[in-house]
């Protein structure tokens, strides 16, 4: 079966960390954008971070730039998004997906072409 899984989120304090994962089966990154969208409660879902996995390229939002740092680890077919120095407007439902695509394009404007999604995972930032 084709599937992103998603995990790794959790209730953190402000100012605290986490580590999100997404582990691909059924196939693999190779020359995959993978990316990292969120959603709130009552906001449209956002590109947070996206990541070639052919040449590595990154593309982070402005909101998340300096605090997130999305890495590939192709070996294992897994996608990692390292958040630190989180703040409360970061809570929200955190997805992966795939897709073809430049990241900066797939990242802002990729949404509709991403056509492989994992279910979220919580991420809750208390203040």
């Known amino acids: 079966e084709v599937q992103l899984q998603a995990s790794g989120g959790g209730l953190v304090q402000a100012g605290g960390s986490l580590r999100l994962s997404c582990a691909a089966s059924?196939?693999?990154?190779?020359?995959?954008?993978i990316g990292w969208f969120r959603q709130a409660p009552g906001k449209e879902r956002e590109g947070v971070s996206c990541i070639s996995s052919s040449d590595g390229n990154t593309y982070y939002a402005a909101s998340v730039k300096g605090r997130f740092t999305i890495s590939s680890d192709n070996a294992k077919n897994t996608v990692y998004l390292q958040m630190n120095s989180l703040k409360p407007e970061d809570s929200a439902v955190y997805y992966c997906?795939?897709?073809?695509?430049?990241?900066?394009?797939?990242?802002?404007?990729?949404?509709?072409?991403?056509?492989?999604w994992g279910k979220g995972t919580q991420v809750t930032v208390s203040s």
């Open positions: 997906a795939a897709g073809w695509g430049a990241t900066r394009y797939m990242c802002i404007y990729g949404i509709p072409d991403m056509h492989r």
């Open positions: 059924g196939f693999t990154f190779d020359d995959y954008t």
